[in-house]
């Protein structure tokens, strides 16, 4: 950890000032710039150990390895708390929280007055995407948090070269977080300091994020869903790409062909056990880029090219088993941080899911003794894992290539239990911008609200989009139009893993099974299989899909794939009134497609 000014040669004016200013309001004991090293990473974890934020793991089993517990309240994403200020509240949307900035500002500003009293104000200068890469963009975040700092080395790429270019005159998103918990003098510390009061607020012309009161991973470690998802979709849409919450993986046939797909599914439904897919078919391969975000952009071959923005997985940890995903389970070997878990008798980590029989003497997420009578869950259904992509036995050799990979298909997919069949074709380009702005899912423990209740995910972007929902449309149509114009236009899909029966079992095996769905749309691409033209797009011929070797009968296959028109007409009047909502906004494209929607149906 070091003073810039002393091993810069140059010196990031405004980065100083943004600092001086901040450091006259927040108050901090003191201020400490981050490089990003491992030495900054050691010292900032023995610092947190002492403070008894983190508790080491046995080092036999899990070196290097840390479990955090966070206060209770403190353990998802606050989408009520979440704001976006643009100037305009149209420009924010219905779907998201809009208070004016000054008004925004103002609240914050007196909420921020000594906010880091007695505690030290560290700087952490970073890019998204490759250092180097045309699409890269940086940031500064300021955090009074240790735990965001080691996270943020985990994820993103924390370096000083960030400085010097933007010294150099590269553009940057300044990140503000505080816990919002001064120290009087000679007050101790808690494990976990946070505020009651919380604010996760953007300021999308002015390329700001102020974050207040949480150290929760999506609230908190402000690159990710903040700056990557919220500040970076508005920046998208001015300067002609996307910021995506999508995975990004390469396939690899037996016959040796790559292919590279993104998927946009909504939090807890899948991106990081697709993103580390082990094929169940031979021949078949997956290599991962990333596993929750991916900013894609058009290149001079006219193809929708996409890179990882983050370096690191911060990844839900129940359902993560040998079985489901090995692929993680090999990644976590060490170096992880481990958030909410519960903590076995030898040291080790465990969550529900991991394995079938429950472990004697558990200490449950909260750090008391597990009675498994209870009906309690030892691990909270929102903890999570962080750890560096470096670890991944699957990681594609080349995940940072500055330029990108070229897109092939793209896909959406939701938690339904019945109504959207296991995978449909659009039609073309903007039928899958209609399909992507249906989208809805099964709510899970990702964020607050009712665990089960659907709700419309419109690209999985509900929590992200940083500006109006129907703007948001009208770019990826106009993106479409490029693509059409320029170069080649990836196909796109939906699909569904979570159909159930009437036990509410899943009847899809999933996971590693995935690859059957995937080979069906490569199969697609390369023009092998005609499909069904149902009203909601097009589907597999059921003998189209191979399932030789899988654990489902014909039957079964033939009724995921099968569309039931009297849910069918349900779930279309729910999107319709949904995208009802955009008024104005709502692109003539989409009406279209609604329209056509209804008459396929009638
Ligand atoms: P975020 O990181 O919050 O954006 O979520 P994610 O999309 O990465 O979800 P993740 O891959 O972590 O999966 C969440 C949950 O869904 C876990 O409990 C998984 O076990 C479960 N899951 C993932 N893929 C499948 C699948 O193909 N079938 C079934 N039945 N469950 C799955
Ligand atoms: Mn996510
Ligand atoms: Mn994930």
Redesign the pocket.
Known sequence: MNDPTTTLTVTPEDVVAFVDQWQDTLQPEAVVWCDGSTRERHELIQLMQDQGTIEPLNAELRPYSFVARSEPTDVARVESRTFVCSVDPEDAGPTNNWVAPDEMKNTLLDLSEGAMRGRTMYVVPFSMGPIDSPMARYGVQITDSPYVVVSLHLMVRVSNTVLQNITAGASWVKCVHTVGAPLAEGEEDVAWPCNDTKYISHFPETREIWSFGSAYGGNALLPKKAFALRIASAMARDEGWMAE?M?LVRLTSPEGKRYHMVAA???????????MMQPVLDGWSVETLG??IAWLAIGDDGRLRAINPEAGF???A???SHK??PVAMDTLWGHTMFTNVAVTQEGDVWWE?MTKEVPEGLTNWRGEPHDPHSGHRAAHPNARFTVSVDQCPSLAADWDNPEGVPIDAIIFGG?RSDTVPLVVEARDWDHGVYLGSTIASEQ?A?AEGTIGVLRRDPFAMLPFAGYHMGDYMKHWLGMGERLRSQGRVPRIFQVN??QKDEDGR?I????G??IRVVKWMIERIEGQHSANDTALGLTPHPEDLDIDGAELSEEALAGLLRVDPDLARADLNAADEFLSTFGDKLPEAIRAQLQAAHSRLD
């Open positions: 919450h995975l599914f909504p939090s807890a439904c899948g991106k990081t056990n697709f993103a596993d929750d911060f990844g839900v129940p359902g993560t489901t995903n899911g938690r899970t990702a893993w979570f899943f899809w095996p999933g996971f099974d995935n």
